[in-house]
C-alpha cells in the first residue's frame, strides 16, 4: 500500500486520481495485516485497489467527476465497494471519470482529463486512456494500483481497456448491484472489474457480485467461483463471427487483430462459425435516445437543493432561477447536452417517435442475440473498439457524434444486457495496445471468462 501511495504522487500528470484516500489506505491495509496474521484472510485482503469517482464512499468525496456534486460526502457506501471492503481491498482514492460517465475520452471531466500511460512509438503527443472509466484504466496500466473498479453504460469498462492493455468485463445486468453508484442510465448500468489479467478479473468480480436487497434488479442467482472456471479448456466452444461488425473505414490492423483472435480460438480447438446479428446497425442510434432519456430523468435530482453545488443567487431571484443557474453552472456541456436530447425524446409530442421506437429496437438487437445462442453458439468475438486510443483533443467537442461512433462495438451488449469482456492482444503499428471483445450468454460469466483466458 505505502509504495503504491508514492507511485500515485509521483504519477500526478496522469491525472488518475481525483481523490487520494492514503490515511484511509494505511488504516484498511493495517487491518488487512491483522486478518492476515489470524489466518482469516479473504479473497483480495491488503490488495490495494481504486475507486471510480461514480461509486460513492462513505465520508469520501463521490463527485461523479462533475461539478454539481462539488462538496458531496455520503453517508453512505455503495454496495459493490462495501463488498470489496469485506474482502479485505485496500481503496487507495477515487479515480477520474467523465462526467457522470458520459464520454469516451475521459475529456468531459470537471477535474481535467486523465492520460494514457502509452505512447505512440513516432509521436508523443498525450492520448485518451479511453471513457468513462478513464482513470481507472490508466491507474491499472500505469501501476498506481492493482485493480480498479469501473461501471459500463455503453462501453465504459471495456473502450479504456483496450485503449490501455488491461482486461475489463461487463458483467451481465443485474449481477453487480447498482446500489450506491451514481446513476447514468439505470436500465444500462453495470459495475465491473479493471484488471491486469482475466485471473483477477474473475477474483474480482466475485467479490463484487451477488444479490442486494437495496437493488430490484440485481440477480438472486448464486455467484459461482470464477476463478475456478479458468480451466483454459474450449475445445467444442461455438464462437460467432458477426458479419455486421465488419465496418467500412475500421484501419486494417483491427481486421488482422480480430483474425488473429480467430485463429487463437480455432488453434485452442474451438469452432468458429459465420453469424448474423441483423440489427447491429440501430444500436448506436437507440443507445443515443434512450441513455439520454434515462440520463434526463436520473439528473432531475441535482436542484442544488439535496446535493452539492448551489449557485449564488441575485436579489429577487426565486427558486426556478435557482435550479436553472446551478444547473448550469454545475452541468458541463455534454451532460447538458444529454439531458436536453433526454428531455426532447421523451416529451408527450415525439415519445412515440423516439423514445418508444428506440425501445422497439432494443428489443430486436436483444432477439438477435437469443437467436445466435439458441444456434448453439456461446460465445462472440469482434473488436473492442473501432481505434487505438486516439489523441487528446483529437475529437472536436462541436462533433459529438464522432466521439458517439467509438461505441460501435460495445453498445449493443448493454441494450441486450449481456456480458462483455475486453481483453488486451497486440498492438497496433505505433504500439499502442488493442483489444478483442467477447460477448457471452447471459449469467455465464464464468465460462466467458474462460474463454477470455484462452485469448491471453
Ligand atoms: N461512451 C458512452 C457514452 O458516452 C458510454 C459511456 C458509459 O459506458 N458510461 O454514453
Request: net charge negative; hydrophobic share 40%.
Amino acid at each position: 500500500t505505502e509504495s503504491f501511495l508514492k507511485a500515485i504522487d509521483d504519477a500526478d500528470a496522469l491525472n488518475a486520481y481525483v481523490h487520494k484516500t492514503p490515511e484511509i489506505a494505511l488504516e484498511r491495509a493495517k487491518a488487512a495485516d491483522a486478518r492476515i496474521a489470524e489466518g482469516d484472510a479473504p479473497d483480495m485482503c491488503g490488495l490495494p485497489i481504486g475507486i471510480k469517482d461514480l461509486f460513492c464512499t462513505k465520508g469520501v468525496a463521490s463527485q461523479a467527476a462533475s461539478g454539481i456534486l462539488e462538496g458531496f460526502k455520503p453517508e453512505y457506501e455503495s454496495t459493490v465497494s462495501q463488498k470489496l471492503q469485506d474482502a479485505g481491498a485496500v481503496m487507495l482514492g477515487k479515480l477520474n471519470m467523465d462526467e457522470f460517465a458520459m464520454g469516451s475520452s475521459n475529456e468531459t471531466s470537471v477535474y481535467g482529463n486523465a492520460v494514457n500511460p502509452w505512447r505512440r512509438e513516432d509521436n508523443d503527443a498525450a492520448l485518451t486512456p479511453g471513457g468513462s472509466s478513464g482513470g481507472s484504466a490508466a491507474a491499472v496500466a500505469a501501476d498506481l494500483c492493482l485493480a480498479a473498479t469501473g461501471t459500463d453504460t455503453g462501453g465504459s469498462i471495456r473502450q479504456p481497456a483496450a485503449f490501455t492493455g488491461i482486461t475489463g468485463i461487463k458483467p451481465t445486468y443485474g449481477r453487480c448491484s447498482r446500489w450506491g453508484i451514481v446513476a447514468f442510465a439505470s436500465s444500462l448500468d453495470q459495475a465491473g472489474p479493471m484488471t491486469k489479467d482475466v485471473r483477477d478479473a474473475a477474483i474480482m468480480l466475485e467479490a463484487m457480485c451477488g444479490h442486494d436487497a437495496k437493488d430490484s434488479t440485481s440477480s438472486e442467482l448464486a455467484v459461482p467461483n470464477f476463478e475456478a472456471m479458468l480451466t483454459g479448456d474450449i475445445r467444442g466452444k461455438k464462437i460467432g463471427i458477426p458479419k455486421e461488425y465488419r465496418l467500412d473505414g475500421v484501419p486494417a490492423e483491427i481486421d488482422k487483430l480480430w483474425q488473429d483472435g480467430i485463429d487463437m480460438l480455432k488453434a485452442a480447438g474451438a469452432e468458429i462459425v459465420d453469424i448474423s446479428l441483423p440489427h447491429t446497425k440501430y444500436a448506436l442510434p437507440a443507445y443515443y435516445v434512450i441513455a439520454p432519456a434515462e440520463a434526463s430523468s436520473n439528473l432531475a435530482r441535482y436542484d442544488g437543493v439535496r446535493y452539492g453545488h448551489r449557485a449564488t443567487l441575485a436579489a429577487g431571484d426565486g427558486i426556478t432561477e435557482m435550479y436553472e443557474k446551478t444547473r448550469a453552472e454545475g452541468f458541463g456541456h455534454e451532460v447538458q447536452r444529454r439531458v436536453m436530447v433526454g428531455t426532447y425524446v421523451l416529451s408527450a409530442g415525439f415519445y412515440d417517435a423516439y423514445y418508444n421506437r428506440a425501445r422497439r429496437v432494443r428489443t430486436l438487437i436483444k432477439q438477435d442475440f437469443e437467436n445466435v445462442f439458441a444456434q448453439g453458439i456461446d460465445a462472440i468475438l469482434t473488436p473492442a473498439t473501432p481505434s487505438a486510443a486516439f489523441g487528446l483533443g483529437e475529437m472536436s467537442e462541436a462533433d459529438p457524434i464522432q466521439m458517439y461512433l467509438n461505441d460501435v462495438f460495445t453498445v449493443t451488449v448493454n441494450l441486450a444486457g449481456l456480458p462483455g469482456v475486453s481483453v488486451p492482444t497486440g498492438l497496433d503499428s505505433q504500439g499502442l495496445p488493442l483489444g478483442l471483445q467477447l460477448i457471452g450468454r447471459p449469467w455465464e460469466e464464468g465460462d466467458l471468462l474462460n474463454t477470455a483466458y484462452a485469448l491471453e
